[in-house]
């Protein structure tokens, strides 16, 4: 049972450019979401989707792009990569409207931006 | 705004007992949860409390007051593998999650 696969799992990459993290899930789950999170911060919340074809906006969006054309993918892009956007990046999805409250969390994408 | 509090840092002794604590100021309430995360790990789900008292779990406890905006974690028999942040979030009213910067647990032989 894989649950959530992230890749990459560490990404150092130049300043400019692009790079797309992937998220897959195999448990058919409706809900996915993508979160930063930096030392001494909460997770902070970029993107969501609730069902596959719908995306929304998290608490921290700018400079990210998600799409969600099937249900069991939900990559996240960032277009020009900047040193701000060095942290670390968690996949999570849940049944929505999450009524347990048990997020499944990806192993994480570590990415530096130089 | 929304805000989640914990304490930074908390160290204990194997056997022991250990309560952490979060207080939170939210737009609505729709349940708090407490997750677990190992250093380089993912968060794992702990416990979720949607009304006022006390839902145990083994060792692991927790608590919620919701008109204080207060919950705690009681974690009991301490082990060394309970060392790891302990992460505090509230379910707002447009059942978005708010999480606490988390609280990491040093746990002394």
């Known amino acids: 049972i894989a649950g959530i696969t992230q890749a990459p799992t560490s990404q150092i990459l130049a300043a400019g450019r692009r790079m797309t993290l992937r998220c897959t899930q195999d448990?058919?789950?409706?809900?996915m979401y993508w979160y930063r999170q930096d030392l001494g911060l909460g997770l902070r919340l970029i993107h969501y989707?609730?069902?596959?074809?719908?995306?929304g906006k998290g608490e921290v969006p700018d400079g990210y792009s998600v799409s969600r054309a099937n249900t069991d993918d939900f990559p996240l892009t960032l277009a020009s990569a900047v040193p701000s956007q060095t942290s670390v990046y968690f996949c999570?999805?849940?049944?929505?409207?999450?009524?347990?409250?048990?997020?499944?969390f990806g192993e994480g994408s570590r990415l530096t931006v130089l | 705004g929304q805000n989640i509090d914990q304490p930074t840092e908390m160290t204990a002794t194997e056997g022991a007992i250990v309560q952490i604590n979060c207080t939170y100021q939210?737009?609505?309430?729709?349940?708090l949860f407490w997750y677990q995360q190992h250093a380089g790990e993912a968060p794992t789900f702990l416990s979720y409390?949607?009304l006022d008292g006390l839902e145990e779990k083994g060792r692991f406890s927790s608590f919620l007051s919701r008109s204080k905006g207060y919950s705690y974690l009681l974690l009991k028999e301490l082990q060394m593998k309970d060392s790891a942040s302990y992460l505090c979030?509230?379910?707002?009213?447009?059942?978005?999650?708010?999480w606490g910067a988390g609280t990491k647990l040093i746990i002394k032989p």
């Open positions: 989707s609730n069902t596959a074809g719908t995306t």
């Open positions: 999570a999805s849940s049944e929505f409207p999450l009524n347990t409250g048990e997020l499944f």
């Open positions: 409390n949607v």
């Open positions: 979030a509230v379910r707002d009213k447009d059942y978005q999650l708010i």
């Open positions: 448990m058919r789950h409706n809900a």
């Open positions: 939210t737009s609505g309430f729709n349940g």
